[in-house]
T-cell receptor
Framework: NAGVTQTPKFRVLKTGQSMTLLCAQD?????MYWYRQDPGMGLRLIHY???????AKGEVPDGYNVSRLKKQNFLLGLESAAPSQTSVYFC????????????????FGPGTRLTVL | AQSVTQLDSQVPVFEEAPVELRCNYS??????LFWYVQYPNQGLQLLLK??????LVKGINGFEAEFNKSQTSFHLRKPSVHISDTAEYFC??????????????FGAGTRLAVHP
């Protein structure tokens, strides 16, 4: 049981380049999330998904797109990277089952450190 | 709008001393409350959570937190800290929306530095 995994761990991009961050979870969770972490700002929600094929905007969605084609995967895309997107990106997932004992607890991946030059 | 305020951005403390990390939230609806810890260069790990029931919640590594509804607070405490507790701590609140959807709102974090 690997939990939540993220690929890649590190990436350096030039302004205008595109890339996709992959998040995978093996806990059969319905909900998945993408956050960015910046110094002094905690974690801010970029996009989230409440189920396969469904996504929604979070607090800071501009410049990002997401897709949830399979329940276990949640992809975050940057179409044209900007220096303001330099950050650490975290993926998380959570269960909607109250009986699971983990209701609403979010499980986090190890993060992807992205630098945009 | 719901928000979480962590009152201290940094807390320095000596080893074996007690510590309290303060967290206040604003919400007009029922909430679930969490404390997460982030060790250097790692992801977030759940320390403890309050869903319902007893207002004193015990977590891992000797931490505990008390939910105070009247003061809308969820302060984290440990009676005796270790060097290994040096990390960043995040308070978070889950806000439920209609349809069963929920979002997790994080505070800005408190950096706990334990000195020998």
């Amino acid at each position: 049981n690997a939990g939540v995994t993220q690929t890649p761990k590190f990436r350096v991009l030039k302004t205008g380049q595109s890339m996709t961050l992959l998040c995978a979870q093996d806990m059969n969770h319905e909900y998945m999330y993408w956050y960015r972490q910046d110094p002094g700002m905690g974690l801010r929600l970029i996009h989230y998904s409440v189920g396969e094929g469904t996504t929604a905007k979070g607090e800071v969605p501009d410049g990002y797109n997401v897709s949830r084609l399979k329940k276990q995967n949640f992809l975050l895309g940057l179409e044209s990277a900007a220096p303001s997107q330099t950050s650490v990106y975290f993926c998380a997932s959570s269960s909607t089952l109250y009986s699971s004992g983990q209701y609403n607890e979010q499980f986090f991946g190890p993060g992807t450190r992205l630098t945009v030059l | 709008a719901q928000s979480v305020t962590q009152l201290d951005s940094q807390v320095p403390v000596f080893e074996e001393a007690p510590v309290e990390l303060r967290c206040n939230y604003s919400s007009s609806v029922s909430v679930y409350l969490f404390w997460y810890v982030q060790y250097p260069n790692q992801g977030l790990q759940l320390l403890l959570k309050y869903l319902s029931g007893s207002t004193l919640v015990k977590g891992i590594n000797g931490f505990e937190a008390e939910f105070n509804k009247s003061q809308t607070s969820f302060h984290l405490r440990k009676p005796s800290v270790h060097i290994s507790d040096t990390a960043e701590y995040f308070c978070a609140v889950t806000v439920m929306f209609s349809g069963g959807y929920n979002k997790l709102i994080f505070g800005a974090g408190t950096r706990l530095a334990v000195h020998p």
